[in-house]
């Protein structure tokens, strides 16, 4: 009887019994009874630790990225971990829908929300996806899903709770700040998992708050490793029919709720107060369209009563009820990048960024030394550009964060700007016989390495030379008559290369009586 209640629950358990069955039926029948029967115990014993999760509901949509830059390895190992991730899911009108939009030059859904309501058939379709290539447009991807996860077309449903789990190799050709900032705007939860070597400022901006429980960073290979993590998160998030609160800082939190009334049909009146101090209780009412409620200027690791009273004027609905620990007092910042070096500036960029800073102060100065200038940063951004510095230069940059309540964090971190290029000058040519010139030029400023020289023919193979710093000629060969050659000269730094000077050589038809002198203009 066990087994036929695994068949009806799901069609895919039973299957995991077959292949073993078909492997042995080389042997003699009992011993392949036998095995079929502790093979099915096995699977049994199996499915008993990952049961089936009840009591959730929620429309949870997967951007999956399609395109060119991941291989197919890659993408492989991708769609297995959504199985996995899935697996345990009860799917239905009245729990868990899912649907996957392809990253790619043009966001394609994979398959609506409500087409498949069980878990095998879940598990199908997603080992049937194929890769489509293409660009790595994923602002476009998240625009389109935006329309997804709102319409009847799609099968998303009106009142449930939307995620959002984006797995990326960190890399996107269009913008996705404002179409990933819509959606949160709109109730979605947004989770990344970012398998290659993605901006850390720009995915913790993009995942829903704070980025600690909301944006994993893992080799493609390791993705097993934050199944259950991941897991626990969602079903945090799409938990049903109750109060409970999501996006927690040390300041604040959102509140979240089932639709219970309507605009028509009444309000709610939700209180708050901190659990050991009841008498600074705050109230405020919304109207019954509303879900969901942000609150903030909270205090710090502090544990908030809230009570959401339902006020219909149609029949009694029992309030509800939770208790939400905002975090410990984020400090910031606890991270510092360098990034845009050059000769003379570079960027800073620091992260978190918090509404209780109010300003920030940056320090820098060069090393050695004890020269240093202040730059002011208004605590509504989280960098700025230094400069007006020295090049090659190591400087010690210090972040430090004013909080509106007096208090000051700062972190210090080392950059480097580059080195002065200069271009060459002067390249000029000499006539040196048949099909032959001499090219010169005046030395580059600064620490120059060497230098390259490029010669592509009109008519015949392209030659590059490199050549010590202290020489500032070359010999070009091979230039037949009547043809226009480019010639460029490049000073090389350690850094990076310098400015290149390039001119047109035009060899001229020669005749018996001209010789070959004045054969060449440039």
């Not at 009146?269 to 405020?284: C, F, I, N, S, T």
């Not at 964060?401 to 271009?423: N, P, R, V």
Request: charged share 20%.
């Amino acid at each position: 009887m066990f087994l036929s209640q695994i068949r009806a629950k799901d069609e895919t358990r039973e299957h995991l019994c077959k292949p073993t069955v078909w492997k042995m039926n080389s042997l003699a029948p009992s011993t392949h009874f036998r095995v079929m029967i502790v093979n099915c115990f096995l699977v049994m014993i199996l499915l008993c630790l990952q049961p089936f999760i009840p009591d959730s509901e929620g429309d949870l949509l997967f951007l999956l990225d399609s395109s060119g830059s991941v291989s197919f390895y890659e993408f492989s190992r991708v769609k297995e971990f959504i199985r996995g991730l899935l697996r345990p899911f009860t799917f239905g009108p009245s729990d868990v829908q899912t649907s996957i939009i392809h990253i790619s030059t043009v966001p394609t859904m994979e398959f609506p929300f409500d087409r498949y309501l069980s878990s095998g058939a879940v598990q199908q379709a997603i080992r049937d996806t194929q890769q489509l290539m293409g660009d790595t447009n994923t602002g476009k991807a998240l625009s389109f899903a935006k329309e997804k996860f709102f319409t009847d077309e799609a099968g998303a449903r009106a009142d449930v709770p939307k995620v959002l789990v984006w797995v990326t190799d960190g890399f996107s050709t269009d913008d996705i700040s404002q179409p990933m900032q819509l959606l949160k705007d709109m109730g979605v939860t947004v989770f990344i998992i970012s398998t290659g070597r993605g901006n850390y400022l720009e995915l913790s901006a993009a995942a829903s708050q704070p980025p600690e429980k909301h944006l994993y960073f893992v080799d493609v290979d390791d993705l097993p490793i934050i199944t259950k993590e991941l897991r626990d998160a969602i079903i945090d998030v799409i938990r049903a029919k109750r109060l409970r609160a999501v996006e927690i800082t040390s300041s604040s939190f959102r509140l979240t709720w089932p639709r219970l009334l309507s605009s028509d049909t009444g309000y709610y009146v939700l209180e708050y107060a901190p659990a050991d101090d009841p008498r600074r209780k705050l109230v405020k009412q919304v109207s019954g369209d509303h879900t969901d409620l942000f609150l903030s200027d909270l205090l710090p690791d502090t544990t908030y009563e809230v009570v959401l009273i339902p006020e219909s004027n149609e029949h009694y609905i029992p309030p509800q009820t939770t208790r939400v620990t905002t975090l410990e007092e984020e400090i910031s910042p606890t991270r510092v990048v360098i990034s845009e070096s050059k000769p003379h500036s570079f960027r800073v960029s620091w992260a978190p960024m918090l509404d209780s800073v109010r300003s920030y102060q940056v320090l820098y100065g060069p090393l050695p030394g004890n020269s240093a200038k202040l730059l002011e940063v208004d605590g509504a951004h989280n960098s700025t550009v230094v400069e007006n510095l020295a090049p090659n230069t190591t400087y010690l940059v210090t972040v430090a964060a004013i909080y509106k309540s007096g208090k000051e964090k700062a972190l210090s971190a080392k950059a480097c700007t580059q080195e002065e290029s200069s271009k060459v000058r002067h390249l000029r040519f000499e006539d040196m016989g048949p099909n032959t010139l001499k090219a010169s030029w005046d030395s580059a400023d600064g620490p120059v390495l060497g230098y390259r020289v490029r010669c592509r023919r009109q008519a015949g193979p392209s030659s590059l030379f490199s050549v010590s710093p202290q020489i500032h000629s070359v010999l070009l060969t091979d230039l037949a008559s009547g043809t226009a050659n480019k010639v460029c000269v490049k000073p090389m730094y350690r850094n990076q290369p310098g400015k290149g000077l390039c001119r047109m050589v035009h060899m001229q038809h020669v005749t018996a009586a001209q010789g070959y002198k004045h054969r060449r203009s440039a």
